[in-house]
């Protein structure tokens, strides 16, 4: 099992960046694919980006790619969501989640584990 907490959410203008934590717990936080997802206001949750176990091809949703950048540090157990180039539609709050083995789902149920969020805010 891992538990999860991300940080680094906040108040940016557009075209401001952002970088987002994830910090697991466990010692096989390795073994785990992450993925980063986003939830709006009455809106569903949507996939962002997710990075295998291997920390090899990430990949990420059409409305990120060439914007947002997601990494792995597996000695720290840590993954980090670089976000350049915000706009005002990236307002959401921002959730990592868990799962262990390579995973390619962009589904959210595909993830078991999940932490509780952090609010991020683009301003116009």
């Known amino acids: 099992q891992v538990q999860l907490a991300e940080s680094g959410g906040g108040l940016v203008q557009t075209g401001g960046s952002l970088r987002l934590s994830c910090a697991a717990s466990g010692r096989t936080f390795s073994a785990y694919t992450i993925g980063w997802f986003r939830q709006a206001p009455g809106k569903e949750r949507e996939f962002v980006a997710r990075?295998?176990?291997?920390?090899?091809?990430?990949y990420y949703a059409d409305s990120v790619k060439g914007r947002f950048t997601i990494s792995r540090d597996n000695a720290k157990n840590m993954v980090y969501l670089q976000m350049n180039s915000l706009k005002p539609e990236d307002t959401a709050v921002y959730y990592c989640?868990?799962?262990?083995?390579?995973?390619?789902?962009?589904?959210?149920?595909?993830?078991?584990?999940w932490g509780q969020g952090t609010q991020v805010t683009v301003s116009s």
């Open positions: 990075i295998i176990n291997g920390g090899t091809t990430p």
């Open positions: 989640a868990a799962r262990l083995g390579p995973v390619y789902a962009t589904r959210d149920n595909a993830y078991p584990y």
